[in-house]
């Protein structure tokens, strides 16, 4: 527990992500509700500025159902692509301060600084210097959370926002928690909160009163979890990209797919940001998985296992397009996922994909388009199928 309790974890989210990288780059909207999303009449929220927000405005709402609520709101359309250029400026402070970094999305992570507090101070301080630079050098607001592991971090974020910093220390536990409702916690949605009520709980003190025993009656596996939560136990670690298990990347779009020559152009972007991931990190994976969520929300995955780990991006889009045949492209597809898990170190491993010359050429091309990636950026150099005017593969 000694070693736990000496644990400095920071759960680091921007403040409205995509709304306030507008407000940014749009000065005119600053202090006006502004909403990213899809078509005003069937699109999604995918953020809303505070300033919405005071309306009701939230994220996954239907846009029609926004604008009817703040009809004032400025609607405008997603632009991922400028929202991870900034996320990557985001990331790399967050780097300067710890190599210990999990992300969560484009504008969240975890952070274990319990190494760093001799080289730049205690975690509160390190936060604020974090929340500096973000606002100094993106113009951005982040809040941040500190306490000794990533569950308590998480809550002490959620209550410092908007734009704002708080530490639980040991100490503030019980205080912090013993007053909340049983909903704030992990894994506790409208069923479990409902079966609590029938027993006259509502808060995580009431939580608190029940054995182990008696929660893993009630809710199983989880039931353990919940013992731990309720008390403010969270012995998980920040796993680092270095450790991660898997490598994907998933696009939700701001139109629905349904033109197949879109699809495959939205395969092989994905194919191709996974494949320069991997390499960068020097490794290969031989276990590729689709990931297809359509227009109604229905998520399905399908995967194969190769005999060989792989890294290049056309060989990836090759996979990733025989595991969309077993799908029904012919729905409107919402978001698309490419992930390569079962790693090893890049180029072990015997290959049968390819005979040696082909597998040799492959390799090379890579490391020359590597190469003038870390040069130009990863958008100097792209494949000609990817441009839009192009309608073949």
Request: hydrophobic residues 40%; charged residues 30%; aromatic residues 6%.
């Amino acid at each position: 527990m000694k070693n736990a309790l000496n644990r400095c974890i920071l759960h680091l989210d921007m403040d409205a992500f995509y709304a306030s990288v507008e407000q940014y780059d749009q000065p005119h909207l600053r202090g006006r509700p502004v909403v990213v999303g899809g078509h005003r009449q069937r699109g999604v929220v995918c953020a809303a500025s505070y300033e919405a927000r005071a309306f009701g405005v939230h994220s996954a709402m239907p846009m029609a159902r926004a604008v009817q609520l703040c009809p004032q709101a400025v609607v405008l359309p997603v632009r991922m692509q400028r929202y991870r250029e900034v996320s990557r400026e985001i990331f790399s402070i967050f780097a300067e301060f710890t190599d210990q970094i999990e992300p969560l999305s484009v504008d969240e992570a975890f952070l274990d600084v319990t190494g760093s507090r001799a080289l730049f101070g205690s975690g509160v301080e390190i936060a604020q210097e974090i929340r500096r630079r973000v606002r100094v050098e993106t113009g951005l607001a982040v809040s941040a959370g500190i306490a000794t592991n990533k569950f308590l971090a998480k809550m002490a974020s959620e209550a410092a926002k908007p734009d704002g910093l708080k530490e639980i220390t040991p100490g503030e536990v019980d205080d912090f928690l013993l007053s909340l409702p049983v909903s704030a916690l992990w894994g506790v949605g409208r069923t479990a909160e409902e079966k609590l009520a029938a027993y006259g709980i509502s808060t995580v003190a009431g939580l608190r009163t029940l054995s182990l025993e008696a929660l893993r009656k009630h809710f199983g596996k989880n039931g353990a979890r919940l013992y731990e939560l309720c008390r403010g136990i969270d012995s998980r670690p920040v796993r680092s990209d270095e450790e991660s298990k898997s490598i994907g990347h998933e696009d939700t779009f701001e139109f629905d797919l349904l033109d197949p020559e879109e699809i495959r152009r939205a395969l092989l972007s994905l194919s191709e940001r996974v494949a320069s991931r991997l390499r960068r990190k020097k490794l290969q994976g031989s276990r590729v998985t689709l990931k297809v969520k359509y227009a109604d929300f229905t998520t399905i995955t399908k995967s194969k296992t190769l005999n060989i780990g792989i890294s290049n991006g056309s060989v990836i889009f090759q996979q990733a397009t025989e595991l969309m045949k077993k799908t029904d492209s012919s729905r409107p597809i919402r978001l698309l996922g490419i992930t390569l898990s079962t790693l090893d170190p890049l180029g072990s491993g015997q290959s049968d994909l390819f005979e040696d010359k082909n597998r040799k050429r492959l390799y090379l091309l890579d490391q020359a388009v590597d190469k003038l990636q870390r040069k130009y950026g990863e958008n100097g150099v792209r494949k000609g199928s990817l441009l839009k005017d192009d309608s073949t593969l």
